[in-house]
């Protein structure tokens, strides 16, 4: 029979929680930088106020350089947000 302590069981559970954890963070930062890096439905455009050009992943962006909030048109076109 074999005789196991309380600790070393303990001890067994929470590194296997840890290593969980661990293992689906890593899986959700890989997968949003892979996301981020071969998406090819994000569209390139420039920004009207700067002429920077801009990463449009959702519909509305602030420009990052000049600070002007843009908007996706339904025709395509970024334009000025009031």
């Given at each position: 029979m074999i005789v196991v302590k309380k600790g070393v069981v303990r001890m067994?559970?929470?590194?296997?929680?840890?290593i969980f954890i661990?293992?689906?963070?890593?899986?959700?930062?890989?997968?949003?930088?892979?996301?981020?890096?071969?998406n090819n439905k994000v569209k390139k455009l420039n920004c009207p106020t700067c002429g920077r050009e801009l990463k449009v992943i959702q519909k509305t962006i602030k420009c990052p350089h000049c600070k002007s909030k843009l908007f996706e048109h339904e025709n395509g076109?970024?334009?000025?947000?009031?």
């Open positions: 067994v559970v929470t590194t296997m929680i840890i661990s293992l689906v963070l890593l899986l959700s930062f890989g997968y949003f930088i892979y996301y981020l890096i071969f076109e970024l334009m000025l947000r009031n």
